[in-house]
């Protein structure tokens, strides 16, 4: 049982809508699975907290899965989330790490993720429809990112902070994240005031490392506890939908010819699931039965 969690919080007198969620376990599980380095942990770490962060968003069934591409070594970089606190996600390249810190002493994230490229998320809101939107990577930092990407592709004027401590290991010190977003009515002497908060708040990373809850990071964007008025708490955690029924069904609609290929030249199959790394592996036997089954 994972001890991460997300808020959901109205501040303001309902004007502006936060959420925050500790992720240091999540992000620890992907890293282990995909062994990342230290940028590369970071990179994905502040992905899939961003991408859980808009999952909370959503309702019922709908998911959404983002997809950072940038012109960095780390190369793209795939989230997935639901409603329900469920995430996963990879990278093109696990093993990028720099040796030398950017200039405010932190990883370099920016470099590793690079600065041109785009971010798109494609929204799956159940019945078949589906919503995608896109934009320019504007920093590579992740957070301001999805900050742009929220104010130009959903009009929603936002501000993500994401962050992740990572150990001389590679291990996950801290991770987690919040998003703020302006709702209808938020005056100027709001705007003012949480521009302000957040020109002075510490980092995210720092802020969970010290005992920060995503309560308590509600409460400093809001100007203290007595503003805030909680809606919701769930758990979130890493997990993937990935089954050996799933993959079987893929090589079924690989076609007889695929299948048989398979069998005459592996006598078997092997598959990984790019979000998990779990491996499935097929028989002749079963390959023989989906050949049956395919076209």
Not at 96 to 107: D, I, T, Y
Request: aromatic share 6%; hydrophobic share 35%; proline share 2%.
């Amino acid at each position: 049982m994972t001890n991460d969690y997300l808020v959901k919080a109205l501040a303001y007198d309902g004007l502006v809508r936060i959420y925050a969620v500790t992720t240091t376990e999540t992000i620890g599980e992907a890293q282990r699975r995909h062994d990342t380095w230290s940028v590369s942990s970071a990179a994905l770490g502040r992905t899939m907290t961003a991408t859980l962060l808009m999952g909370a968003m959503q309702k019922g069934d709908q998911k959404l899965t983002v997809k950072i591409e940038g012109d960095g070594p780390i190369g793209y970089i795939v989230a997935d989330s639901d409603a329900e606190g469920k995430v996963r996600g990879y990278v093109a390249n696990p093993h990028v790490h720099f040796n030398e810190l950017n200039s405010v002493g932190k990883l370099d994230v920016r470099r590793g993720v690079g600065t041109q490229g785009t971010l798109s998320v494609v929204k799956d809101l159940g019945f078949g429809e589906k919503f995608t939107g896109q934009t320019p990577i504007v920093s590579g930092e992740i957070g301001e990112d999805f900050t742009y990407y929220l104010a130009n592709s959903e009009q929603v004027n936002s501000a993500v902070g994401v962050g992740v401590l990572v150990n001389p290991d590679d291990t996950i010190e801290a991770a987690g994240g919040f998003i703020l977003q302006l709702l209808p009515g938020a005056t100027e002497k709001i705007i003012a005031q949480l521009e302000k908060i957040l020109k002075d708040l510490p980092t995210v990373s720092r802020m969970i490392d010290n005992g920060e809850t995503p309560e308590s990071i509600i409460a400093k964007l809001a100007g203290g506890e007595e503003n805030v008025q909680i809606l919701e708490k769930s758990a979130v955690k890493f997990e993937c939908t990935c089954s050996k029924e799933r993959f079987g069904n893929a090589i079924i609609s690989l076609g007889k010819d695929e299948i048989q290929a398979m069998i005459d030249e592996d006598h078997g199959a092997e598959a990984e699931c790019h979000f998990c790394r779990n491996k499935f592996t097929f028989t002749e036997d079963e390959l023989k039965e989906f050949k049956l089954q395919a076209k």
